[in-house]
């Protein structure tokens, strides 16, 4: 895979002192409010990239890694997952990816034990990440301590910034010789027309990265929409499942997949 070549390339060009040329910075905070119908506390990982580099989405594209988080968690503490804002498209070294430029808010939701009360325990964890530019990628890695402050306002427009999954939605996906076909059946009374929307796929490696699918109306079928892309040059067999996102520039973005409850 090309991300295995880009990281192949990255490796040799690490110095001992790499960690202090890293091209960004993270932070992770809380107001500590929980959540009481969910029992979570709402978290937010945030990241400062250098001016000219970039990181990247749950699907990197053709190369590059997302950033990811290994909590350190007190007994009977959980997290999950680090979730990921609407990402814009770049091309690095005519390599196309996802991914993020300046300032890029992550949430992330703590679980607490169902009988804590009174104060945050220390709650601690380390974030890895690769930035690239035009010529060449660094990896970063920082580690946090979450803190408590007023952040009610930032969390909420973070999490309420993130792309809302499509409300009863069944997609489905195929492999038709060397192209993937995707299938959208929504309900009556759709909250989208998901033909104005482009398709990012959230799934790596299935779908290939240049290529911009836009769901069609299927005329035969009520509420149903397709759309086709050629598949990914490293996909080795037929897929059984896909995640996507619906963006549609400023406007809410959505996601759907054929795997129930994500």
Same mark, same amino acid.
Not at 82 to 87: D, H, S, T
Not at 98 to 119: A, C, R, S, W
């Given at each position: 895979?090309?991300?295995?070549?880009?990281?192949?390339?990255?490796?040799?060009?690490?110095?001992?002192?790499?960690?202090?040329?890293?091209?960004?910075?993270?932070?992770?905070?809380?107001?500590?409010?929980?959540?009481?119908?969910?029992?979570?506390?709402?978290?937010?990982?945030?990241?400062?990239?250098?001016?000219?580099?970039?990181?990247?989405?749950?699907?990197?594209?053709?190369?590059?890694?997302?950033?990811?988080?290994?909590?350190?968690?007190?007994?009977?503490?959980?997290?999950?997952?680090?979730?990921?804002?609407?990402?814009?498209?770049?091309?690095?070294?005519?390599?196309?990816?996802?991914?993020?430029?300046?300032? +890029?808010?992550?949430?992330? !939701?703590? /679980?607490?034990? $169902?009988?804590?009360?009174? %104060?945050? #325990?220390? *709650?601690?964890?380390?974030?890895?990440?690769?930035?690239?530019?035009?010529?060449?990628?660094?990896?970063?890695?920082?580690?946090?301590?979450?803190?408590?402050?007023?952040?009610?306002?930032?969390?909420?427009?973070?999490?309420?910034?993130?792309?809302?999954?499509?409300?009863?939605?069944?997609?489905? +996906?195929?492999?038709?010789? !060397?192209? /993937?076909?995707? $299938?959208?059946?929504?309900? %009556?009374? #759709?909250? *989208?027309?998901?033909?104005?929307?482009?398709?990012?796929?959230?799934?790596?490696?299935?779908?290939?990265?240049?290529?911009?699918?836009?769901?069609?109306?299927?005329?035969?079928?009520?509420?149903?929409?397709?759309?086709?892309?050629?598949?990914?040059?490293?996909?080795?067999?037929?897929?059984?499942?896909?995640?996507?996102?619906?963006?549609?520039?400023?406007?809410?973005?959505?996601?759907?997949?054929?795997?129930?409850?994500?």
């Amino acid at each position: 895979m090309k991300i295995l070549l880009c990281l192949a390339t990255l490796m040799i060009s690490i110095t001992p002192s790499f960690a202090e040329e890293q091209k960004a910075s993270a932070t992770w905070i809380t107001d500590g409010a929980i959540n009481k119908e969910r029992n979570t506390i709402q978290t937010i990982v945030q990241m400062d990239i250098d001016d000219t580099w970039h990181t990247y989405w749950v699907n990197p594209g053709e190369s590059g890694l997302a950033p990811s988080l290994e909590a350190k968690l007190p007994d009977g503490w959980k997290i999950g997952e680090l979730r990921f804002p609407v990402p814009k498209s770049f091309s690095t070294g005519g390599l196309l990816g996802f991914g993020y430029e300046g300032k +890029v808010n992550m949430p992330i !939701d703590l /679980i607490p034990p $169902t009988d804590f009360q009174g %104060d945050l #325990p220390p *709650i601690h964890g380390t974030l890895s990440w690769l930035t690239c530019n035009d010529d060449s990628c660094v990896p970063g890695k920082e580690e946090l301590t979450l803190s408590k402050g007023s952040h009610a306002e930032i969390i909420k427009t973070s999490y309420d910034s993130l792309p809302k999954p499509l409300k009863n939605a069944k997609l489905s +996906v195929a492999q038709i010789d !060397d192209n /993937i076909l995707i $299938t959208l059946e929504l309900p %009556d009374k #759709p909250e *989208i027309n998901p033909s104005e929307f482009e398709i990012l796929p959230a799934t790596p490696d299935i779908i290939a990265p240049s290529a911009k699918p836009v769901f069609a109306k299927d005329p035969n079928k009520q509420n149903t929409w397709s759309a086709t892309a050629p598949k990914n040059e490293y996909l080795s067999e037929p897929p059984t499942e896909l995640s996507i996102l619906l963006k549609n520039g400023s406007k809410p973005s959505f996601t759907a997949s054929t795997a129930p409850g994500k």
